[in-house]
Nanobody, 119 residues
Framework: EVQLQASGGGFVETGGSLRLSCAASGFPFAHYAIGWFRQAPEKAREGVACFNSGDGTTYYSDSVKSRFTISHDVASDTAYLQMNSLEPEDTAVYFC????????????WGQGTQVTVSS
């Protein structure tokens, strides 16, 4: 079964850190780009970070650049999002997603994990 399972969300105070995990199964993880997205209440979904294992490139949105780090472990088919210096504005449901290198759209989505940052 093709699956992405996100975990690691929680409640943290401003300035704190969390690490989200995204466990992949049922597809060749090494042939896919992995992205992290978030959606806050009444706001559009936002792409925050992406890792393309094909060429090793990463992307970060301006809102998280220098605070968040995306990584992946091909051996365990797991992607991570290390989030430091968290701010209340980072409060959202976080999703991981995958797209094959040949695709432009993310077609595989995991369930969300809630991140809440208190002020």
């Amino acid at each position: 079964e093709v699956q992405l399972q996100a975990s690691g969300g929680g409640f943290v105070e401003t300035g704190g850190s969390l690490r989200l995990s995204c466990a992949a199964s049922g597809f060749p993880f090494a042939h896919y780009a992995i992205g992290w997205f978030r959606q806050a209440p009444e706001k559009a979904r936002e792409g925050v970070a992406c890792f393309n294992s094909g060429d090793g490139t990463t992307y970060y949105s301006d809102s998280v650049k220098s605070r968040f780090t995306i990584s992946h472990d091909v051996a365990s088919d797991t992607a991570y999002l290390q989030m430091n210096s968290l701010e209340p504005e980072d409060t959202a449901v976080y999703f991981c997603a995958a797209r094959h290198f040949s695709q432009s759209e993310y077609t595989l989505w995991g369930q969300g994990t809630q991140v809440t940052v208190s002020s």
